[in-house]
């Protein structure tokens, strides 16, 4: 079974909207991890946004949310104000366990925002 | 936040040689490193992980042999592709998790990208 699932392979979205970015995850861990990464053309991860599996609260960087969703084990980027340079590959990862250990990636997906 | 460094950026090798790709933590101590590998238009596949003063882990279906890793220090990693062929062209990604109070992050090399004759 996959552990990480992101199930739009691709996205448009209009300049300044908020758009949502899937992703499920499957683990028996109680610790883990949950992160965003960014992937422009350039290949660079970006790092863009981290939640923990006991953090009580959905995490936020800027224009980046995460809507936690414990019960349902999803964790859904959600980019507000989308930007021309938000266009990219965004991966969803996990790591099990303690920090310092492996991450699992999605398939990603990829995001182009329309001017 | 933290600075990993990978060499050289792009490769261009015959078919047969070895490459050699290096990853360093620039400012910060990494007693493990993580070697992902990325084709076109798809995720990242964790390789190996690389172990300071140690053997690297494998996942399953990597051969060893073909994908030489050595971690001499705490701010090196080498990966090694020996004897080299069309189908190991690829995009190499190094990690390196991050200390306590960097959020749990890890920090991704800018990533080297090899093609083979």
């Known amino acids: 079974a996959q552990k990480i699932t992101q199930t739009q392979p691709g996205m448009f979205v209009q300049e300044k909207e908020a758009v949502t970015l899937d992703c499920t995850y499957d683990?028996?861990?109680?610790?883990?991890?949950l992160f965003w990464y960014k992937q422009p053309s350039s290949g660079e991860m970006i790092f863009l946004i981290y939640?923990?599996?006991?953090?009580?609260q959905n995490a936020t960087e800027g224009r980046y949310s995460l809507n936690f969703q414990k019960a349902r084990k999803s964790a859904n980027l959600v980019i507000s104000a989308s930007q021309l340079g938000d266009s990219a590959m965004y991966f969803c990862a996990m790591r099990e366990g303690p920090a310092g250990n492996k991450l699992t990636f999605g398939g990603g997906t990829r995001v182009l925002v329309k001017p | 936040g933290a600075v990993v460094s990978q060499h050289p950026s792009w490769v261009i090798c015959k078919s047969g040689t070895s490459v050699k790709i290096e990853c360093r933590s620039l400012?910060?101590?990494?007693?493990?490193m993580f070697w992902y590998r990325q084709f076109p238009k798809k995720s990242l596949m964790l390789m190996a992980t690389?172990?300071?003063?140690?053997?690297?882990?494998?996942e399953q279906g990597v051969e060893k042999d073909k994908f030489l890793i050595n971690h001499a220090s705490l701010t090196l990693s080498t990966l090694t592709v020996t004897s080299a062929h069309p189908e190991d062209s690829s995009f190499y990604i190094c990690?390196?998790?991050?200390?306590?109070?960097?959020?749990?992050?890890?920090?991704f090399g800018p990533g080297t990208r090899l093609t083979v004759l």
């Open positions: 683990t028996s861990d109680p610790s883990y991890g």
């Open positions: 400012d910060f101590q990494a007693t493990t």
């Open positions: 690389s172990n300071e003063g140690s053997k690297a882990t494998y």
């Open positions: 990690s390196a998790p991050g200390l306590a109070g960097f959020n749990n992050e890890q920090f």
């Open positions: 939640q923990g599996s006991y953090d009580q």
